[in-house]
């Protein structure tokens, strides 16, 4: 199994930033990617931003790019994001998740997902 636990959420002011944190331990891939999605309240899990670990290759969704950066360390099973410029429309549960080298944007490819950590942006 593998476990994965998130760190840095919080209380921020609208166009401040955050820095969160997932590590991945347990019986983990050769290659896997690491995920992050959010939930806001009634919403649906949305997919935010993905990262390969080996390769370094990134993906965005459209409300991330140019505000958010995924970042990861392959030797430590870890994965950051840095979200920018936050909005009051950014406030959600982020969640990292973890799938094979081939996962993108759809939640449905993912096996594993940590816990959660509240990020909530006021205004």
């Known amino acids: 199994q593998v476990q994965l636990v998130e760190t840095g959420g919080g209380l921020v002011q609208a166009g401040g930033s955050a820095r969160l944190s997932c590590v991945a331990s347990?019986?983990?891939?050769?290659?896997?990617?690491l995920g992050w999605f959010r939930q806001a309240p009634g919403k649906e899990r949305e997919f935010v931003a993905v990262?390969?670990?080996?390769?370094?290759?990134?993906q965005y969704a459209d409300s991330a790019k140019g505000r958010f950066t995924i970042s990861g360390d392959n030797a430590k099973n870890t994965a950051y994001l840095q979200m920018n410029t936050l909005e009051r429309e950014d406030t959600a549960v982020y969640y990292c998740?973890?799938?094979?080298?081939?996962?993108?944007?759809?939640?449905?490819?993912?096996?594993?997902w940590g816990q959660g950590t509240q990020v909530t942006v006021s205004s």
């Open positions: 990262i390969d670990l080996l390769t370094g290759n990134t």
């Open positions: 347990g019986r983990t891939f050769w290659r896997f990617n």
């Open positions: 998740a973890a799938g094979s080298g081939r996962t993108g944007a759809d939640r449905h490819d993912y096996a594993y």
